[in-house]
Nanobody, 124 residues
Framework: QVHLAESGGGRVQAGGSLRLSCSIV????????VGWFRQTPGMERDFLGR????????YVADSVKGRFTISRDNAKTMMYLQMNDLEPQDTALYYC?????????????????WGQGTQVTVSS
């Protein structure tokens, strides 16, 4: 089993920054990638980006490219989502997900494990 836990959410003013963390523990031998997503009430979970398990490759969705970056701390098995120049429309519940198999997927249904989410609220 693999357990994920997000942290770092909070309330920030527009133009501010936050760094979200995703802690991953357990049997990670089959994990190939970790993705970041966000979701607002009544909407589907939106893909923001992913990083391969070894940290060698990252991909950020066009919708947030230039403002969001993804990284990992190999020593601590932590993944990060750095969010800069935040806008009110970035307000959402942010999740990290881990997947097995093919690492390149933007579909949340392809992710096998999820954290509980961390709330980000951006005020104007």
């Amino acid at each position: 089993q693999v357990h994920l836990a997000e942290s770092g959410g909070g309330r920030v003013q527009a133009g501010g920054s936050l760094r979200l963390s995703c802690s991953i523990v357990g049997n990670t031998a089959d994990i190939t990638a970790v993705g970041w997503f966000r979701q607002t009430p009544g909407m589907e979970r939106d893909f923001l980006g992913r990083i391969t398990w070894n940290g060698a490759h990252t991909y950020v969705a066009d919708s947030v490219k230039g403002r969001f970056t993804i990284s990992r701390d190999n020593a601590k098995t932590m993944m990060y989502l750095q969010m800069n120049d935040l806008e009110p429309q970035d307000t959402a519940l942010y999740y990290c997900g881990a997947k097995r198999g093919i690492s390149s997927s933007e579909n949340p249904e392809h992710y096998d494990y999820w954290g509980q989410g961390t709330q980000v609220t951006v005020s104007s």
